[in-house]
């Protein structure tokens, strides 16, 4: 497979037409890039590319395997070569102890940040050459014991494994695989879960050694780094910008 078009770069962006992925849309946007913003709220992710340079917003749902595939092949079609990709979309564990999580939650969670993004890059793979990087979105909860969200946490921590397999089998091809590990960041989704305290949030600075949220540009610029050939040395790391909160050995 070859590129199609002669000059930008193509990244394709999920869960791009909001917080996280939106901010590195828009930073990717600004740094030359063609980029794809796929949304299950297709809408959405339309609008908002028509607020960068080049971009193209697309309905996908991560939890519907079919659809992600089919865009994958339309993407492939279209684009030819897929420099970047950025595997943001997901949905809130909405603070559920273990005792509360039913099946169906505890299948959307899955599907939605696991099996939609592993489906997704293996539907990619022709398109993947020598140079391609990968960046998936996990969090802390992978790293880090957390009280509440045992689904979210087991979710996120079966991305970092699948960092670590893909960036090993890809790696001899030239294509590097991370990750990033975000604390509480101000999102519409963390908006959501604070129903409106201010207290769910000032409460995690207070213990920050920050003393501050990382803001959604800040996991951008986390997240463009790795992408870029200054972060080319890397592969199966996963960094995290969360105002100290995680602190690797
Ligand atoms: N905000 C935080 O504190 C935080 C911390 C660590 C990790 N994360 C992770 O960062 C990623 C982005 O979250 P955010 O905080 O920017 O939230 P957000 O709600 O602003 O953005 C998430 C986007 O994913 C989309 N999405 C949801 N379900 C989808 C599906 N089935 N298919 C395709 N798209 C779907 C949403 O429509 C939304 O646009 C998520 O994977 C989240 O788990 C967030």
Same mark, same amino acid.
């Given at each position: 497979?070859?590129?199609?078009?002669?000059?930008?770069?193509?990244?394709?962006?999920?869960?791009?037409?909001?917080?996280?992925? #939106?901010?590195?849309?828009? *930073?990717?946007?600004? /740094?030359?890039?063609?980029?794809?913003?796929?949304?299950?709220?297709?809408?959405?992710? %339309?609008?908002?590319?028509?607020?960068?340079?080049?971009?193209?917003?697309?309905?996908?749902?991560?939890? +519907?395997?079919?659809?992600?595939?089919?865009?994958?092949?339309?993407?492939?079609?279209?684009?030819?070569?897929?420099?970047?990709?950025?595997?943001?979309?997901?949905?809130?564990?909405?603070? @559920?102890?273990?005792?509360?999580?039913?099946?169906?939650?505890?299948?959307?969670? &899955?599907?939605?940040?696991? *099996?939609?993004?592993?489906?997704? #890059?293996?539907?990619?793979?022709?398109?993947?050459?020598? /140079?391609?990087?990968?960046?998936?979105?996990?969090?802390?909860?992978?790293? %880090?014991?957390?009280?509440? &969200?045992?689904?979210?946490?087991?979710?996120?921590?079966?991305?970092?494994?699948?960092?670590?397999?893909?960036?090993?089998?890809?790696?001899?091809? /030239? %294509?590097?695989?991370?990750?990033?590990?975000?604390?509480?960041? @101000?999102?519409?989704?963390?908006?959501?879960?604070?129903?409106?305290? +201010?207290?769910?949030?000032? +409460? *995690?600075?207070?213990?920050?050694?920050? *003393? @501050?949220?990382?803001?959604?540009?800040?996991?951008?610029?986390?997240?463009?780094?790795?992408?870029?050939? +200054?972060?080319?040395?890397?592969? /199966?790391?996963?960094?995290?910008?969360?105002?100290?909160?995680?602190?690797?050995?």
């Amino acid at each position: 497979m070859t590129r199609n078009s002669s000059a930008a770069k193509v990244a394709i962006i999920t869960g791009g037409a909001s917080g996280i992925g #939106l901010a590195s849309a828009q *930073r990717l946007a600004a /740094g030359g890039y063609h980029v794809l913003l796929w949304d299950k709220d297709g809408d959405k992710a %339309i609008a908002a590319a028509k607020s960068l340079a080049s971009a193209e917003g697309v309905a996908v749902d991560l939890g +519907d395997t079919a659809a992600v595939k089919a865009a994958a092949a339309a993407a492939l079609l279209t684009h030819g070569v897929i420099d970047a990709v950025v595997a943001s979309g997901g949905i809130s564990g909405n603070g @559920r102890a273990f005792a509360e999580v039913d099946e169906a939650f505890f299948d959307a969670m &899955m599907n939605v940040h696991v *099996r939609g993004h592993f489906f997704l #890059l293996q539907a990619l793979l022709p398109g993947l050459k020598e /140079g391609a990087s990968i960046v998936l979105v996990s969090s802390i909860y992978a790293r %880090i014991g957390v009280k509440t &969200m045992p689904h979210y946490a087991a979710a996120k921590g079966a991305l970092l494994a699948l960092t670590k397999a893909l960036a090993t089998e890809l790696g001899p091809k /030239g %294509i590097r695989v991370n990750a990033v590990t975000p604390g509480l960041i @101000r999102t519409p989704m963390t908006e959501a879960s604070s129903r409106g305290s +201010d207290a769910f949030f000032s +409460d *995690r600075e207070a213990i920050l050694p920050l *003393r @501050r949220l990382t803001t959604t540009d800040e996991v951008a610029a986390s997240i463009c780094f790795l992408l870029s050939d +200054d972060a080319n040395g890397l592969t /199966g790391q996963a960094i995290s910008p969360s105002s100290g909160e995680v602190m690797a050995d």
